[in-house]
Structure formats: C-alpha cells, structure tokens
C-alpha cells in the first residue's frame, strides 16, 4: 500500500454541497491537488501552517446533502460558462467532482416533507456517519455553505434547517463549521448540545468582501482618531444567494454581522445602512460599494468610497478548504467548544475575540503553534477503528430529541 493510501483520510461533508461555493470547493480541492492550480487565498498552505498536523489536501473526502438533484460535473460546466472555473478544469478532475457527487444524499426539510424533526436529525446523522464508515474516515467535519435562511421567528418556532443539520453532526459526532448566516449552532437549543456534546465548531457567515474590508478599515480610522460620521453600503448580487437575499429577513440576518464588525472596531454605529440588492444577470458575482462619511482634524468633513467586485465562490472556496483542515485538526488535537481563534474567516464569529481583522490573523496565527505543540489528541485513531465512530455513539446519547423541548426554550413538546 503506498504512503498515500496508508495516511488517515478526513471527510468534508458539505450542507448545500451542489451550491456555487461546494461546487468550487470540490473543484479547486482536486485542482489543486493535482497541481493544475496553485492554492491561492488559502492562508493554511503558507509557511506558517507547514507544521501544524492539518489534513493535506489530497486527504479530504467530499460528500454532503443537498435539496437539489443537478450532479456537479454539470454545475461545474455551468460555472464554466460563467467565468467562475477556469477552462478546462472541471473537465480534467471530471472524475472526482463525479466521486463527490456520488455521495451527496437528500437534504430537507423540502416540501410536503413529513418527517418529524427528530426523523430529519435522525436521518441526517445516519448519513454522516454511513460517509465515514464506508470511506474508513478519521474523522468528517460538516461545512454549511447552503444559501442563507430567513432569521428564527422565536420560541416555540419549527428549528430551522441550518440547526437541524447542526444538530445531527453533534449526534454523529462531527465538529461542524456555518459559513453562512443561518442560525445553525447559534439556536439556543443547539448551542446547549453543544455545550455538553464537547466538540469542536466555528462560524458563522464567512467574510470574504465587503465585511473583509470593514475589518481593515474600521480599526484604522479607530486607530487614528477620526470620527466616522457615517457608513453605507450597496450590495449587487445574482446567484443563488441573492435571490434568498431578496428575502427582507434573510438580508437582515446577513447585515447583522456587517454591522457587528463596525460596532466592535469602531465603538459605535454610525448612521447608514447595508443594502441587499439582488440582480440576476450577475450570476456568481458580486459588487460591494461602500461610502464612508467621516471628520478630521478641525472638523474638516472628507469621503472614502470603496469599490468591491469579486465572484463569490471564488472568494469563499479557500475559506471552506482552511476551515476544515484547521477544524478537523483541532478536533484531532483534542480542542473542544467554539473556536473562537477561527473568527479572521467570520463576520459574526463566536466567543468574544477581536474584531480587527489583524487582531483575528494574530489569534489565527496563535492556533497554528498551538496545533503545531499538540500531537494526536484523544479523538485519534487508526483507521477502520475511526474515532468519530466513537464519539458518535457517546454524542447519540447526549443528543437532543427535538420532539422534546429543552428546558428554557419555550418550544411545546
């Protein structure tokens, strides 16, 4: 058996895993690994990672759910056509993103779907944990990179889908990742499983454009004094996002963490609002225009006007590819709760950590020497005899039954 086959392998399963970003991810993964591309805009193969103990890439495993039944051979053709993929790759790893493809099982809820939410958890979980055995995984981090959710209408509402899939990587025992701003783990019946489930997770809503910018340039008008009367901003956007954005409640639960990053750099919110603006024939890209109104020395009155256009998969796809490595490596090392060290790829992260983007590279850069100290943690172990199966089976009995209310949550049984 070569080295290759011999070296523990990790799964990535993808919640929305024939979306734009999973269709990216799987792509550029191979592309990558075959040497066709190099791994631009990924932080975790830079110099300061070399020792951490991360998965390489040609180790991850994709698979996922999806509510949708395009295989990702075609979508990858179709974000050919659209500028997203560069010619002639998806052609040449045609064979893995078909290997990807094959592992994909049906999301939901979708509808006239009847399955209780406990059937849904159920279901869900039993999935994950068939991907690893099959695939004699170490271990599987889930990844939500699904179009965004309308915010939770309260107590006593249905959990929504983001939660259900977090709920069920708890019960499989998989650490779990939100890239988008669904509630996910931050559903208070969630966030208590997790609590006592102990593993790992990160999230939510991955900052790839205009928050990016935000971070930098919100601590530099902090740090040099000057008064920022006013920030507004433009989104234009196509796709599959910006149709689910189009939804006034999804768009609010998206400018959340917007406006988070300039309460928390700036110490204030200044006047101005982010607008969501969903223009079809843009496809996978996007537009960010931002104005920002502030005084200098002698209230002297001046303007800065940024201008972002990036395509969006484009932008998150390393972002995915480091947050599972550095995920699963944690979960390895034996890490558990939030990891709040991960907020440098998140406009609402969790725990308390900086808001500055060079606060949060530092922290980042913190995790990387404390993954390279830390050698195989408890969760290791060889393959066929995968950890995860392990944790699984102490996670199924802790897990939440969704059929009954958890104590403060105000849901009816």
Same mark, same amino acid.
């Given at each position: 058996?070569?080295?290759s086959l011999?070296?523990?392998?990790?799964?990535?399963? !993808?919640? +929305?895993?024939?979306?734009?970003?999973?269709?990216?991810?799987?792509?550029? %993964?191979?592309a990558v690994t075959a040497g066709l591309h190099p791994p631009t805009g990924m932080v975790t193969e830079t110099p300061a990672f070399t020792d951490s103990g991360l998965p390489a890439l040609s180790d991850l495993v994709f698979g996922g759910h999806d509510t949708l039944d395009c295989p990702l051979p075609k979508r990858a053709e179709t974000l050919t056509a659209g500028g997203v993929l560069p010619p002639g790759v998806a052609t040449a790893v045609a064979a893995e993103l078909a290997a990807a493809d094959g592992e994909i099982r049906p999301g939901g809820p979708v509808p006239g779907d009847t399955r209780s939410e406990a059937e849904l958890i159920t279901a869900f979980a039993d999935d994950m944990r068939d991907f690893v055995r099959r695939h004699e995984l170490e271990r599987a981090v889930v990844v939500n990179v699904a179009s965004t959710e309308p915010a939770s209408a309260g107590p006593g509402s249905a959990l929504p889908?983001? $939660?259900?899939?977090?709920?069920?990587?708890?019960?499989?025992? %998989?650490?779990?990742?939100?890239?988008?701003?669904?509630?996910? =783990?931050?559903?208070?019946v969630a966030a208590r499983e997790a609590e006592r489930n102990g593993l790992p997770y990160a999230g939510r809503d991955g900052k790839t454009?205009?928050?990016?910018?935000? #971070?930098?340039?919100?601590?530099?008008?902090?740090?040099?004094?000057?008064?920022?009367?006013a920030w507004s901003g433009t989104n234009l956007l196509g796709g599959g996002d910006g149709a689910a954005l189009a939804d006034p409640a999804a768009a609010a639960a998206k400018n959340a963490g917007?406006?988070?990053? !300039? #309460?928390?750099?700036? +110490?204030?919110v200044p006047?101005?609002?982010?607008?969501?603006?969903?223009?079809? /024939? !843009?496809?996978?890209?996007?537009?960010?225009?931002?104005?920002? #109104?502030?005084?200098?020395?002698? +209230? $002297?009155? =001046?303007?800065?006007?940024?201008?972002?256009?990036? %395509?969006?998969?484009?932008?998150?796809?390393p972002l995915v590819l480091d947050l599972a490595r550095l995920t699963a490596r944690a979960h390895e090392a034996g890490l558990s709760g939030p990891l709040g060290e991960l907020g440098f790829y998140f406009k609402d992260p969790v725990g308390d950590g900086p808001a500055s983007l060079a606060e949060q590279y530092a922290a980042l850069m913190g995790l990387g020497e404390r993954l390279r100290g830390a050698g195989a943690?408890? %969760?290791?172990?060889?393959?066929?005899?995968?950890?995860?199966?392990?944790?699984?089976?102490? #996670?199924? /009995?802790r897990a939440v039954d969704p059929a009954e209310p958890a104590p403060g949550s105000g849901r009816e049984p």
């Open positions: 058996m070569s080295a011999s070296r523990p392998r990790v799964g990535v399963w !993808l919640i +929305g895993a024939r979306g734009s970003v999973a269709t990216t991810v799987v792509t550029g %993964c191979a889908a983001s $939660t259900l899939y977090a709920l069920a990587a708890l019960r499989a025992g %998989c650490p779990y990742v939100n890239f988008t701003p669904s509630e996910g =783990m931050h559903h208070p454009g205009q928050t990016l910018l935000r #971070a930098v340039l919100g601590p530099m008008f902090a740090q040099r004094a000057l008064n920022v009367r917007k406006e988070r990053v !300039l #309460a928390d750099t700036l +110490g204030t006047e101005g609002e982010v607008h969501i603006d969903d223009v079809p /024939a !843009l496809g996978d890209w996007k537009t960010a225009w931002d104005h920002i #109104a502030f005084d200098g020395f002698l +209230g $002297t009155r =001046m303007i800065l006007q940024t201008i972002w256009q990036g %395509c969006d998969s484009a932008l998150a796809a943690g408890h %969760c290791r172990t060889a393959v066929g005899d995968s950890g995860i199966r392990r944790s699984a089976e102490e #996670a199924a /009995a």
